[in-house]
């Protein structure tokens, strides 16, 4: 039995001043596809008396934490936070799926979910001369997992170093130092390891004397920002500083990129954190870019499922997956490129695009790699 | 600056800010007991919100119908001064002495001169250009207007914000609203005046705002056209409104309607957290207007809650029902586009089942919410507000008409929502209170 006590519970995360409007599960983008209703399990729980069962509970393991739910709810609970704590309810007991585990296991011991090893975490930029951050300088790029292995993603870390040098940033990476920031684990439910991590990244930054920190990804930048305690670094995703370089003329691009641009909101980056305009304002700027917008946009932007831990795991999952539809989306708006800024979104379009045969028609690309072929 | 006095005829007066259905009740209660009112509204018109609606709920009575003769009794009432066009800028004194100072905003037309024949809107090079507020937007006037013909003055007024002469300077050779006046009425030299006036007591009538659903961008009001708010399809029901009552989007009848209830209402993530009362009859009465003038539309309501308390509103709502309006329990969550049709996407709570409805028509049932200058107006007559943005009250039962400052009080929507027969009922309480005052003062006249 995975019973936990549901009324604590309830009480803890503000459950009981749900009105059942159905707002929640209305905008979920996998309620339409799955057995997850965050109306209703918040129902369940509150009608269980003390006890809730969470066997068998496998759409808890469907939710992107996309954050449609909390942004639509009009008495501001939070039913993706609760879901995270469901799962840390289970992870508690051990009951871990396997590809679960391997991720987890693989960020305790190589500080990275993807089994890669640590010493190789530097390797995508020695061919490039990027200041170490213990050598000073002014922002820390905090470059992440993906970007530091994942072949497709390291060109979206190289197109931010050349667009931050060009630009006169002074910014230093970790390498080898860095460790994952711990946002998927603690999405996943390893509330103990997230907070492991966050201690070992604190210590970290201080050593360094870091004062500004600039991410690759929406995610770190959403846990370093929201998820960390109070620690006093200014906390950016790159594109914020990005747009600032632009707006600035700090950085002038002198080539056109004469393309049909549609920009997909990544969930961390807008929903979470109501950063809209930056990436837009980037793509604005670059010479010969017409930029289209979905009709699902900023606020009403569709997950493309790659959050939540969703990267690892299927749950009540059937075939098609979010990006599928949303790389459909694209396409209808005749964009000949789908840019994004966000490491997970760029995979997940990128495998939809592969599924759809359609790499003839669109092309998925980060907003900085865009924005590197104008300069 | 020039300062008139105002002349109470030796008797005691009393102010009254605001002429909507609330002023105007409390006006004509406390001029009938024969005691003076200046009576201020800082539109063109005094009318309100009420002036704007169609028909009204449970009973579906005319709203200009029944309004329109009160109207016309402030306007020609011997002890009501009316001061449209008009904002108090300064009070002082207290209970039994107030001094206010209101200022006339210059219509740029004599009104002793104007017929409200309209000639003048005709000739208007942007007639059929500005936006009029009164219709919610969905129709276009002239830079010199009536809000609606039955406007009371019935006087053209020039909108400094959108007339050619008076925001660049020029107007062509001559002035076009000029030639067509024969009744030599425009002035375009007008500035403000300044009345000081002496009162004894002084009713807060001022009214709410309605919410702007931009606020929910998940809805996509002013992305789509096919979504609008209760007040623009009141607007677009009207007979007497710029479509002659006569429902149409993109150029056609609309045959998939979906009312969404609580739209800038309940809602504590945008700092709204109170019910505004009125929404669900008022989506009850729209439903049915929808009903009778779209014959064979689909009509769906999504609603959290059916709140129908008030005389008669529960007998309507079965009416609704019953005459073919679905209701399906779920506050819908975003609005797509889905080719020619915008699709409302919800939870049917009651089947437990996330929905996708497709309409042609979408109305968002947008709450009340405190004057956007509520603050100011609380400034300036040391009001308090409660924690909901609107006047607080001296106690929320037994005193809801006491400011909280003696001789001040309040009266309708400016204290918290209320539907029209409460409003006009606590406008009467307001006058009540406010005449036990002038009634005071008078006393204390005769006996010195």
């Known amino acids: 039995m995975l019973q936990i006590e549901s009324r ?61 739910c909390y942004s639509r709810c009009p008495k501001q609970v939070n039913p993706m936070e609760a879901v995270i704590a469901l799962r840390s309810a289970i992870v508690e007991k051990g009951r871990v799926h396997p590809n679960v585990k391997t991720a987890l296991e693989s960020t305790f011991r190589h500080g990275n979910p993807l089994t890669m090893p640590r010493e190789d975490r530097g390797k995508w930029v020695e061919d490039l001369e990027v200041k170490r951050m213990a050598d000073g300088a002014e922002y820390l790029y905090f470059v992440g997992c993906s970007p530091s292995y994942d072949p497709r993603v390291q060109h979206v870390a190289r197109a931010i170093v050349r667009l931050f040098q060009q630009g006169g940033v002074d910014f230093g990476i970790l390498a080898e130092e860095e460790s994952c920031c711990g946002s998927e684990v603690r999405r996943l439910g390893e509330a103990g390891l997230f907070e492991m991590i966050a201690e070992e990244n604190q210590e970290l930054f201080k050593g360094v004397g870091a004062g500004k920190l600039f991410t690759t990804s929406p995610h770190c930048f959403n846990t370093f920002k929201n998820d960390y305690p109070g620690n006093g670094i200014q906390v950016q995703h790159y594109t914020q500083v990005l747009a600032g370089l632009v707006e600035q003329r700090a950085l002038e691009f002198s080539k056109k990129v004469e393309k049909t641009v549609t920009y997909h909101d990544p969930c961390y980056l807008g929903k979470h954190n109501n950063i809209f305009d930056e990436p837009r304002d980037v793509l604005r700027g670059i010479p010969g870019v017409k930029l289209v917008e979905m009709d699902r946009s900023r606020q009403k932007s569709l997950c493309c499922e790659g959050g939540g831990g969703r990267m690892w795991l299927e749950g009540t999952n059937p075939g098609t997956r979010l990006a599928q539809w949303r790389v459909q989306e694209a396409l209808d708006t005749g964009a000949d490129i789908l840019a994004t800024a966000c490491p997970f979104c760029l995979v997940t379009l990128d495998e939809a695009v592969k599924h759809l045969n359609a790499q003839d028609r669109l092309r998925v690309m980060d907003v900085a790699e865009i924005a590197v072929q104008a300069l | 600056m020039t300062t008139n006095s105002g002349d109470n005829g030796d008797r005691p007066a009393a102010l009254v800010i605001g002429g909507g259905i609330a002023g105007i009740q409390a006006a004509l209660d406390i001029a009938d007991a024969g005691f003076k009112v200046y009576l201020v509204e800082r539109s063109p018109s005094v009318g309100g919100r009420m002036s704007q609606l169609d028909k009204t709920f449970p009973t579906l009575d005319c709203s200009a119908c029944i309004l329109t003769p009160k109207m016309v009794d402030v306007g020609r009432h011997a002890n009501i001064e009316l001061l449209t066009y008009s904002e108090v800028t300064e009070v002082s004194g207290q209970a039994g002495g107030f001094h206010a100072v209101i200022k006339q905003k210059p219509r740029y037309v004599d009104i002793t001169k104007c017929r409200g024949c309209g000639l003048c809107a005709e000739a208007c090079r942007l007639s059929g250009r500005v936006i009029s507020e009164f219709n919610a937007g969905i129709s276009r006037r002239a830079a010199i207007y009536v809000p609606f013909p039955q406007a009371v003055p019935l006087v053209y007024t020039v909108d400094p914000e959108a007339c050619v002469y008076l925001t660049r300077g020029v107007c062509g050779k001559t002035f076009k609203c000029k030639d067509a006046c024969d009744a030599g009425a425009i002035d375009l030299t007008q500035t403000e005046q300044y009345l000081g006036i002496d009162v004894n007591a002084i009713v807060v009538a001022t009214g709410f705002d309605v919410f702007d659903p931009k606020g929910k961008p998940e809805f996509g009001y002013g992305v789509y056209p096919e979504v609008i708010t209760t007040l623009e399809f009141e607007r677009m029901a009207s007979a007497s409104g710029p479509t002659a009552g006569k429902i149409s989007i993109n150029g056609h009848a609309p045959r998939k309607v979906v009312f969404i209830q609580c739209v800038g209402s309940r809602d504590r993530s945008l700092g709204l957290p109170n019910c505004s009362r009125v929404c669900c009859m008022a989506v009850a009465k729209q439903a049915h207007l929808a009903h009778d003038r779209l014959p064979g539309a689909e009509i769906t309501v999504f609603y959290m809650d059916v ?91 037994l005193q809801t008409v006491e400011s909280g400052i003696p001789g001040v009080f309040l009266a309708g929507c400016c204290q918290g929502p209320k539907d029209i027969p409460d409003t006009v009922a606590h406008a009467k309480a307001a006058a009540s209170a406010a005449l036990i005052s002038l009634a005071r003062t008078g006393v204390c006249h005769a006996t010195n």
């Open chain 1, 8 to 68: 604590q519970f309830s009480k803890e995360h503000g459950l009981f001043a749900c009105i059942q409007c159905g707002k929640c599960t209305g905008g979920c983008p996998m309620a339409l596809k799955t057995k997850l209703n965050p109306r209703m399990l918040i129902y369940r729980m509150l009608v269980a008396g003390d006890g809730f069962n969470l066997e068998g509970r496998e759409e808890l393991w469907d939710c992107t934490t996309c954050s449609t």
């Open chain 2, 307 to 397: 709140r129908a308390f008030g005389k008669g509103f529960e007998e309507f709502y079965d009416r609704v029902r019953e005459e073919g309006v679905l209701y399906r329990r779920g506050n819908p969550s975003e609005i797509n586009r889905c080719g020619e049709y915008v699709v409302v996407r919800a939870e049917d709570t009651l089947l437990g089942e996330p929905v996708e409805v497709e309409a042609d028509l979408v109305v968002l049932a947008v709450g009340m919410l405190p004057r956007y200058d509520a603050e100011s107006v609380a400034n300036l007559l040391h009001l308090e507000l409660s924690t909901d943005g609107y006047f607080r009250e001296t106690h929320p039962k």
